[in-house]
Nanobody, 115 residues
């Protein structure tokens, strides 16, 4: 069983920066596929960025060049550094771990970007 807790959401002005953290508990997390998703009410949950157990990273086109994903396996943690933020980045951001065929989710953290 994996449990995930996100930290770092809040309000920021357009052009500003924010860093999200996700702390995980469970076994074998150092090899797990991890990702950040976001969701706006009434829309599907979209993947923002992902990082594999060997460090392969992918970004959604709408955050490429602005967001940076990283992980610290010694701390069972994953991060999302967000820069040059835009009002369209406003959403609830979720931490995700995919392990042994199961998706685990955090409770989500709200990020609001004002214009």
């Amino acid at each position: 069983q994996v449990q995930l807790v996100e930290f770092g959401g809040g309000c920021v002005q357009s052009g500003g920066s924010l860093k999200l953290s996700c702390v995980a508990s469970g076994e074998g997390l150092s090899t797990a596929f991890m990702a950040w998703y976001r969701q706006v009410p009434g829309k599907e949950r979209d993947m923002v960025a992902s990082i594999s157990g060997i460090g392969t990273i992918n970004y959604a086109y709408f955050v490429e060049g602005r967001f940076t994903i990283s992980r610290d396996d010694a701390k069972n943690a994953m991060y999302l550094q967000m820069t040059n933020m835009k009002p369209d980045d406003t959403a609830v951001y979720y931490c995700n771990v995919y392990q042994l065929g199961i998706d685990y989710w955090g409770q989500g953290t709200l990020v609001t970007v004002s214009s």
